[in-house]
């Protein structure tokens, strides 16, 4: 049987642990590319700000808490939500 060898990192943003193949790691290595320090779906988890075009991410945890709330992802980077929150309030 052909087994592949993988090899366990944990994702910086999630902290769940993930595998790639150490033929990846390699071909990762010989390109001089840094190896995923965060897991797929945290790669996935990129958001484009609706005002300023930026990208931003929101964590699993993030996702989660505002799942569990029953809100909705944000549109908007962290800066512009600051800024409409100010021109709200200064109305």
């Known amino acids: 049987m052909n087994t592949?060898?993988?090899i366990t990192i944990t994702c910086k943003e999630c902290k769940k642990d993930f595998t790639i193949t150490k033929k990846h790691?390699?071909?990762f290595e010989s390109k001089n590319i840094p190896v995923f320090?965060?897991?797929e779906k945290c790669?996935?988890?990129k958001k484009?700000?609706?005002d300023c075009g930026k990208e931003f991410r929101l964590t699993e945890q993030h996702e989660k808490w505002l799942?569990?709330?029953g809100l909705k992802p944000f549109k908007r980077?962290?800066?512009?939500?600051?800024k409409?929150?100010?021109?709200?309030?200064?109305?």
Do not use: F, T
Request: charged fraction near 50%.
């Open 48 to 50: 484009i700000c609706v």
């Open 84 to 91: 409409r929150k100010g021109e709200i309030k200064n109305g």
């Open 37 to 39: 320090k965060r897991c």
């Open 77 to 82: 980077c962290k800066a512009c939500r600051d």
């Open 25 to 27: 790691l390699h071909w």
């Open 67 to 69: 799942k569990d709330r």
């Open 4 to 6: 592949v060898e993988k």
């Open 43 to 45: 790669r996935k988890a």
